[in-house]
Nanobody
């Protein structure tokens, strides 16, 4: 499974960005998806996750109320809508997919089988 992340960029604090993660292939609609991020010198951390049909989501406390995760299975794409961005949101963002427990949004990165390339998000003050 190849995941294709896109949508990163440079934005001012308070601004918004939408990240996309495309997973071509009809079978990939049964995958639960997650977003993680890694800032320089820091460990990778969980951001948000959504189950296979979008009915269940979960967010890290640091992004609750600002980020939304959703998916369009007709397009085999998951999205991370990021609003009210802060400088501390600056990181490389990675999408991931797992099929072992597709009904659940999973926060453990070790549960994910497939990873996309990172897309850089830089928030300036």
């Amino acid at each position: 499974v190849q995941l294709q992340a896109s949508g990163g960029g440079l934005v001012q604090a308070g601004g918004s960005l939408r990240l996309s993660c495309a997973a071509p292939g009809r079978a990939n609609r049964r995958f639960a998806m997650g977003w993680f991020r890694q800032a320089p010198g820091k460990e990778r951390e969980f951001v948000a996750a959504v189950n296979w049909n979008g009915a269940a989501t979960y967010f890290a406390d640091s992004v609750k109320g600002r980020f939304t995760i959703f998916r369009d299975n007709n397009k085999n794409t998951a999205y991370l809508q990021m609003n009210s961005l802060k400088t501390e949101d600056t990181a490389a963002y990675y999408c991931a997919a797992q099929r072992r427990r597709p009904t659940m949004p999973i926060i453990d990165d070790e549960a994910y089988e497939y990873w996309g390339q990172g897309t850089q998000v830089t928030v300036s003050s």
